[in-house]
């Protein structure tokens, strides 16, 4: 089993920037993609950006492309999204989530089996 944790949300203005960390709490997954979600109410659980193992490929939904950057520290068992010019349609909660198995990182939600419980980002105008 492995836990994650999410932490860095909080209450910042537009154009502003926040950076979201994840920690796990076993080294495997350094061998696992990671991704970053997030939930807005009333709305469904959508991808924001994902990372494979080695930090080589990554991915992100199109309306935060140029704004937030994915990163890892498999040495820190920790993943990073780093969110800039941030906009009040990013207000939402922000789940990363691993998925353990071999290949490209996935963007569906059905894809990854552990997730962290979530980190409140709000963005005020």
């Known amino acids: 089993q492995v836990q994650l944790v999410e932490s860095g949300g909080g209450l910042v203005q537009a154009g502003g920037s926040l950076r979201l960390s994840c920690a796990a709490s076993r080294r495997t997954i350094s061998l696992y993609a990671m991704g970053w979600f997030r939930q807005s109410p009333g709305k469904e659980r959508e991808f924001v950006a994902a990372?494979?193992?080695?930090?080589?490929?990554?991915y992100y939904t199109d309306s935060v492309k140029g704004r937030f950057t994915i990163s890892r520290d498999n040495a820190k068992n920790t993943v990073y999204l780093q969110m800039n010019s941030l906009k009040p349609d990013d207000t939402a909660v922000y789940y990363c989530a691993a998925d353990p198995r071999l290949g490209a990182p996935r963007t569906a939600v059905h894809d990854y089996a552990y997730w962290g419980q979530g980190t409140q980002v709000t963005v005020s105008t």
């Open positions: 990372i494979s193992w080695n930090g080589d490929n990554l």
